[in-house]
């Protein structure tokens, strides 16, 4: 054969990048490893805050996880795998957001290790899944059920959420408020319950301190009555609740209107007054004297109102109309012909309230409210953003407590009890496997390492403290981040719910193997290569010399 130059061919456009085999792998690893250090300084009682300034120049200062990746706008794909982590997390659970992401960083730091010594990533990935199994069945075993009537216990739950927050300051008084929404919005059916955390609404104002968040059996809307001419205040108000409009609907079809006389545009005038008096008549004939409308109310209507003494609001939105439904027990009603005094709702007070300088609409005081509200106060933007999302998290942890009727003592308990039990369950097994799940207990134990370091501590030795009480069989001995000593992290109240720990094993474990399987990373070219243009060597694959 002639040695002729081979033309190479070309399968993917200019500009592609590509990285292959450990490269790929070690690149990957590193992006995960660097997102989960960014949030790892958050985690615990002494964990410090991120200020966050977006590409408008609005300042985020907070140590919630979730919150922190998302307002990063990362951009390398192995490294929003781990902001899909904390999504996961929030949205299952609530809280934990932040020992996922570490918890995930470290099993792939982990698995760096392994990777160096030989180990293939299939036998990682299997071990690891064998580990994550055994970890949660632990768990299980582990954890310590919960009833409903347990306030004490669920005010714990609560106040261990806000460890570390701007709530921290307030957690008896907030914890409080938390504990008795979540347990207001729970629908009990032949002894079965459902628990939305949705029928609880968070409104945030700035003003006062933290110390004037109150909640409202009921709800409150950020909208101001209609008409001056209104009532301030109903007392025993009777609600209706309507989504169409108070106006004079629009025709379907294009219509006109032919007028020749001015008699007639004023009877026109006359009949379109005359067909709103009937609908605020229709309302008042029913008995109500709080109108909550979906869409708008017009002009005449609103003085027709006003006259009958009703308050009324309107553009309220379909979210809070359902909630106003569940508080007062009402029915929204489409049709002004239908409504009648079976169809009102109930509050002992519907009132309109200046709150900063804005006027909101309370509507307190509704008999076993299924739908309340919180009112957050805090001094600047700040302070009660942040309190908003300690109250979010607080809420999903004692939800989800409730739900799973499971609970685990916190201050890294949990974590080294884990370890300490998967350990065991490594030396029984047999190939490489175990090497994967001894390495999933080590990795176990960044968070009372995390726990220790934010704290000022040595972690080494705060290791050997736990790991020594672990031997003794005192599952529940956690780190005192304010002493440095060990403690009994269940005596001293520091309880999670286990789907916390559960999830952030799943979800970890998870992205950990996804990561871990990726061998080739491809990433398209800016543009796609136009026909007739010279060849670079991007994306090129040479075919073998003949």
């Not at 200020?51 to 990362?74: F, H, K, R």
């Not at 005359?274 to 709080?290: I, P, T, Y």
């Not at 009958?308 to 002004?336: C, F, P, Q």
Request: hydrophobic fraction near 40%.
């Amino acid at each position: 054969m002639t040695n002729q130059p081979v033309q190479p061919i070309f399968i993917m456009s200019e500009g592609t990048q590509r990285s292959q085999g450990r490269t790929a792998q070690r690149n990957n690893i590193l992006a995960a490893k660097l997102v989960a250090e960014t949030v790892r300084t958050t985690l615990g009682p002494k964990g410090m805050d991120k200020m966050l300034v977006d590409t408008v120049g609005d300042v985020t200062v907070t140590n919630d996880g979730v919150t922190i990746l998302e307002e990063m706008n990362i951009e390398h794909p192995a490294a929003k795998m781990l902001v899909e982590v904390a999504k996961t997390q929030e949205n299952e659970v609530g809280d934990g957001t932040t020992t996922a992401v570490v918890l995930a960083g470290e099993l792939l730091k982990q698995a760096e290790t392994l990777l160096d010594q030989e180990v293939h990533p299939s036998v990682l990935a299997r071990g690891f899944r064998i580990a994550a199994e055994k970890a949660n069945e632990i768990l299980e075993k582990m954890a310590e059920e919960i009833k409903i009537g347990d306030e004490t216990v669920l005010k714990k739950i609560a106040q261990t959420a806000m460890n570390g927050r701007s709530a921290e300051a307030n957690k008896e008084e907030l914890s409080a408020l938390v504990v008795k929404a979540v347990k207001a919005v729970i629908d009990v059916m032949d002894d079965e319950f459902s628990l939305d955390t949705d029928n609880i609404k968070i409104e945030k104002k700035v003003g006062g301190s933290v110390e004037d968040t109150e909640l409202v059996e009921g709800i409150i809307l950020d909208k101001e009555r209609v008409h001056s001419g209104m009532p301030k205040f109903v007392d025993s108000a009777k609600i209706a609740l309507i989504d169409s409009a108070l106006e004079i609907k629009n025709t379907e079809i294009d219509a006109k209107i032919q007028i020749t006389a001015p008699q007639q545009m004023q009877a026109f005038l006359e009949q379109e007054e005359k067909m709103l008096k009937a609908m605020v008549e229709k309302v008042a004939a029913s008995g109500a004297n709080v109108v909550f409308c979906q869409k708008g109310i017009d002009d005449v209507a609103q003085h027709y109102l006003a006259k009958k003494g009703i308050y009324a609001v309107r553009r309220v939105k379909k979210s809070d109309m359902e909630k106003l439904a569940r508080a007062t027990a009402a029915k929204i009603i489409t049709n002004l012909d239908d409504l009648n005094d079976k169809d009102l709702g109930k509050a002992g007070i519907v009132e309109e309230v200046k709150v900063g300088d804005e006027m909101m609409t309370y509507v307190r005081e509704c008999k076993k409210a299924k739908s309340v509200t919180i009112l957050v106060r805090g001094g600047t933007e700040h302070v009660a953003a942040e309190i908003e999302r300690s109250l979010h998290d607080a809420i999903g942890v004692v939800s989800s407590a409730i739900r799973s009727g499971k609970i685990v003592a916190g201050a890294g308990a949990a974590e080294m009890e884990l370890a300490s039990q998967l350990r065991r369950f490594a030396n029984s097994l047999s190939g490489r496997e175990q090497l994967a799940v001894a390495s999933f207990a080590d990795a176990l134990e960044i968070i009372p390492r995390t726990l220790a370091e934010n704290a000022g501590l040595d972690p080494i030795d705060v290791l050997a403290e736990l790991k020594s009480a672990h031997n003794k069989k005192e599952k529940w001995a956690g780190i005192n981040v304010f002493t440095g000593k060990v403690m009994n992290s269940w005596r001293t109240g520091i309880l999670e719910p286990l789907t916390i720990k559960t999830q952030a094993v799943s979800s970890a474990s998870d992205v950990a193997i996804m990561i871990l399987r990726i061998d080739d990373v491809i990433a398209s070219g800016e543009q796609p290569q136009q026909p007739g243009m010279p060849q670079g060597r991007s994306g090129a694959m040479m075919p073998p010399e003949m």
